[in-house]
Structure formats: structure tokens, C-alpha cells
């Protein structure tokens, strides 16, 4: 009898460390579907705001900083180095330091400002910049930038063509009884220009639920153009990116602890209301998601304000059980940047 008691107990407890074995394995899942890629070592990329693959010119990446920089764009390749014009290679140096010459300042955008720059968008041969950010909620020269998409070989500077102004169509007081109009995420789908808000709650450092989708179809430049809204999602938290597809089948949209995935809608604008699919992220591992852009049609490649790159197969993000994971999220960031609430 005792023999077979130790024996039971021995199956018991081998039992038991299987299941825990098992159950950090599912755990682990989610984080480990994000890859590490490199992490960026020119020093000027120093808050890593907005991230897009070049449409035109082959193995480009744009990316800008946050706002405080210069008004600015850096191109790299996809091994994360600076590309610099040729004819100006005599007189900058990349990420290894080089007597007589100065680091490469970046793209210049003239006849702009990088108030507070915080995603960028290219389609059809132009480059968007949202400058949308307003933490505050308290900003009424909210704005984006359209350029033409220039060769990063061939060119050092450049300036818009346009300059949309752009105000929300829910938003009198300056700021607002409810912070929900700061935005971080930008895309551009049949001509049309979407931004994505970030949520707060009665101030800069309160964190919220919860996302907008405004759509301008149709703007002027010498005028302040009012967005419109076209959908909405509870269960978004503090996004930051936003991506489209180059097929346009998937929306990708990422925040500090989650990426989602929606398909293209069928009902028109309402990119936010299909099935969607969500992936968690750990801030430890991924840093401060601050960027996002399509590498192909099945493969994200997420952007930290460090510096780093992760990538993210699509066929990775199981589709969202439609529990609201925010409050989890909320913790995870008040753990890693204590001055939120």
C-alpha cells in the first residue's frame, strides 16, 4: 500500500508540473509571436514616433521622431541602417562615427514644425505625417502633412505641398470635460484619411479605454477641415499606430500592450466593427510601442520609442475572444512608467 501511495503521489505531482509547464507555455505564447528584429543604432533616432515601408523605393523605411525633434524624416534600410544621399556621403557619416564628418541630420521637411508628430502613412507615391498629437486635448492646430515621396538617395530636403488643418466635429472646450481627443494612429484608405484616437481620463496621465475613428474625405488647405466620425472600439487602449495593409485586407492597429488586426469592413468606414483578432503584448520585452508598419501582406513590423524593431506574423494573432483586457494593459504600463494613473 505505501508503495503504491508513493507511486500515486509521484504521478500526482508529475501531473501537476506538466500542467504548470503547459500553462506558462500558453502564457508565453502571445510574447513570443514577437520577434525581436535589431535595435536602431543611429543616435538621431532618439524617440522613435512613426514607421512606414516605402511604396516606391526598395528596401526603404521612413521613420520620424516624437515631438521636440526637428521637423524631420529618416530613411533606413531593413537592416536599420541610416541611408544617406550619395553626393552627400563626403560629408556625414551613418552610425559609425567618421573624422571630419557629421552625423547624417535626417530629411529635412521644410516650411513645417514637428509640434507633435506621431504617425505617418504613404500611399500612391505621398507620405502623410499626423500632426495629431495633443495630450493635452487642448490643441486647435491639429494638422497633416502630405509630401511627395522623395528619393533618400538623391535628396536631403523637401517641403509639403499641403498642409490639411483638421478639427473634431465633438470637441468645444479646449480641453474637454473627457480627454479623447488625442490621436497617434493615421492611415489612408481610397483616398480618404483616417486617425485613431488615444483615450485619457480627466487628464494627461489618466488612462482610458476606448478608441474614435474619424474619416476626412474631402479638405482644403486654407481651412480648418472637420473630421467625421465613423466608428468606435470599447476595448482599444492607449493606441498609438495604425497601419493598412498594401492589399487591403487587413487594418493593423497597436498600443503600448496589445496589437489588433480588423479585416477591411463591409460596410464602408467602419474599419473598427469586423472580427477582430488581438495579440498582447508585455511592454518588458517590447518596450514602448510607439510605430507600426506592413513589412508584406502577412508580416508587422512594430516600432518601440527606444529604438527597436519587432516583427509580428499575422498568422500569430488569434482572434479576439472579446474580453477586454485594458485594466491588465493599465497595470503593465503604471509598473513601467509610474507617473500614469
Known amino acids: ?18 500542467f504548470m509547464s503547459q500553462d506558462n507555455l500558453t502564457r508565453a505564447q502571445p510574447e513570443s509571436a514577437v520577434r525581436k528584429v535589431l535595435d536602431i543604432e543611429f543616435p538621431a533616432i532618439n524617440e522613435q514616433s512613426g514607421l512606414a515601408k516605402s511604396q516606391t523605393y526598395d528596401d526603404v523605411l521612413w521613420v520620424h521622431n516624437d515631438s521636440g525633434d526637428v521637423p524631420r524624416l529618416f530613411a533606413l534600410d531593413s537592416q536599420g541602417k541610416i541611408i544617406i544621399p550619395s553626393f552627400l556621403e563626403g560629408r556625414f557619416h551613418g552610425e559609425e562615427v567618421e573624422a571630419g564628418k557629421e552625423a547624417y541630420p535626417g530629411l529635412t521637411i521644410e516650411l513645417a514644425a514637428n509640434i507633435d508628430w506621431e504617425d505617418i502613412a504613404i500611399t500612391k507615391g505621398a507620405i502623410y505625417i499626423a500632426d495629431m498629437g495633443n495630450n493635452g486635448n487642448a490643441r486647435r492646430d491639429l494638422g497633416i502633412y502630405v509630401i511627395n515621396e522623395p528619393n533618400p538617395v538623391a535628396v536631403s530636403r523637401t517641403r509639403p505641398y ?54 476626412l474625405t474631402d479638405w482644403k488647405s486654407d481651412q480648418i477641415n472637420v473630421l467625421e466620425k465613423v466608428d468606435s472600439h470599447a476595448d482599444l487602449f492607449f493606441i498609438t499606430a495604425a497601419d493598412l495593409s498594401q492589399n ?51 508580416t508587422l513590423l512594430l516600432g518601440s520609442e527606444g529604438g527597436s524593431w519587432f516583427s509580428v506574423d499575422i498568422n500569430d494573432i488569434p482572434i479576439y475572444d472579446g474580453e477586454p483586457k485594458w485594466e491588465e494593459g493599465r497595470a503593465q504600463i503604471r509598473q513601467r512608467l509610474p507617473i500614469y494613473r
Open 1 to 18: 500500500m505505501k508503495l503504491k501511495s508513493s507511486v500515486k503521489e509521484v504521478l500526482l505531482l508529475m501531473c501537476f508540473f506538466i
Open 162 to 215: 499641403q498642409f490639411i488643418p483638421v478639427s473634431y466635429p465633438d470637441q468645444s472646450h479646449y480641453p474637454p470635460e473627457r480627454w479623447t481627443f488625442d490621436s497617434e494612429a493615421l492611415f489612408v484608405h481610397d483616398d480618404a484619411i483616417y486617425v485613431i484616437t488615444k483615450h485619457r481620463g480627466e487628464g494627461i496621465f489618466q488612462l482610458a479605454p476606448g478608441a474614435n475613428l474619424y474619416r
Open 248 to 298: 487591403g485586407g487587413w487594418l493593423a492597429v497597436t498600443g503600448y500592450t496589445e496589437v489588433w488586426l480588423f479585416p477591411a469592413p463591409g460596410v464602408e468606414g467602419k474599419w473598427l466593427s469586423g472580427e477582430a483578432r488581438r495579440l498582447s503584448l508585455d511592454p518588458a520585452v517590447s518596450g514602448i510601442v510607439e510605430a507600426l508598419t506592413w513589412m508584406d501582406d502577412s
